[in-house]
């Protein structure tokens, strides 16, 4: 299976201002796959990010809120806009084999919002 | 859409113990995954098992698709599988995440 990074590990942030996740796989895949974990939860999904159109959104979320890029077929980034404390969650990325197949996740992005 | 439960929710063992993990679904599923998300938050792939049973070291796990539960064997329990369990399926357009089990293996 293909790895997959994501930049920062963790950061804390001020209410208000807005924080870019990084995402990388090492080997082309199609489907990338944004989660966000609140604590003590489970992940729900955030979005479904493909090479070449917009992200899907899943109900609840919203692209003013996360916006998504998707530039090629190894890398995709979450941006949490306007952070309050209750975007304090750990988000995670991941992609499917063969898109709908066997999900791989990355190590996650600890965010703490102050 | 669809429910994802697991039970139990909370698991305390003594290490050498084993358990069982259940995770029930309300409606037919394409796949199932079994992760194990440790104290840092990393999620780790256990099983990709969309029916049948598969085994790996200490794990196995067993989905019976038609009567839509999967179950995950954790025998002789050690500290290091400490954290929460995650079942996750795949209806055909998403995964969905069931409530996970949180375990603490006490030495």
């Known amino acids: 299976s293909a790895v997959i990074s994501q930049k920062p590990s963790r950061d804390i942030c001020q209410r208000g201002t807005s924080l870019t996740i990084q995402c990388q796989v090492d080997?082309?895949?199609?489907?990338m796959f944004w989660y966000r974990q609140q604590p003590g939860q489970s992940l729900t999904l955030i979005a479904t990010?493909?090479?070449?159109?917009?992200?899907?959104?899943e109900s609840g979320f919203v692209i003013d809120k996360f916006p998504i890029s998707r530039p090629n077929l190894t890398f995709s980034t979450l941006t949490v806009s306007n952070m309050s404390p209750e975007d304090s969650s750990i988000y995670l990325c991941?992609?499917?084999?063969?898109?709908?197949?066997?999900?791989?996740f990355g190590p996650g992005t600890r965010l703490t919002v102050l | 859409g669809i429910q994802v439960e697991q039970s139990p929710p909370d698991l305390i063992l003594q290490e050498g113990a084993n358990s069982t993990l259940r995770c029930n679904f309300s409606d037919s599923v394409n796949n199932l995954q079994w992760f194990h998300q440790n104290p840092w938050g990393q999620l780790i792939n256990l099983f990709y098992?969309?029916?049948g049973t598969k085994q790996n070291g200490r794990l196995s796990a067993t989905t019976v698709a038609t009567e839509r539960y999967s179950l995950l064997y954790i025998s002789s329990s050690q500290t290091t599988d400490s954290g929460v369990y995650f079942c996750?399926?795949?209806?055909?357009?998403?995964?969905?995440f069931g409530t996970g089990t949180s375990l603490t293996v006490i030495p």
């Open positions: 098992i969309p029916s």
């Open positions: 991941s992609y499917g084999l063969a898109g709908l197949g066997e999900q791989f």
């Open positions: 990010a493909n090479q070449g159109s917009e992200a899907t959104y």
């Open positions: 080997s082309q895949v199609t489907m």
């Open positions: 996750a399926v795949n209806t055909g357009n998403q995964f969905y």
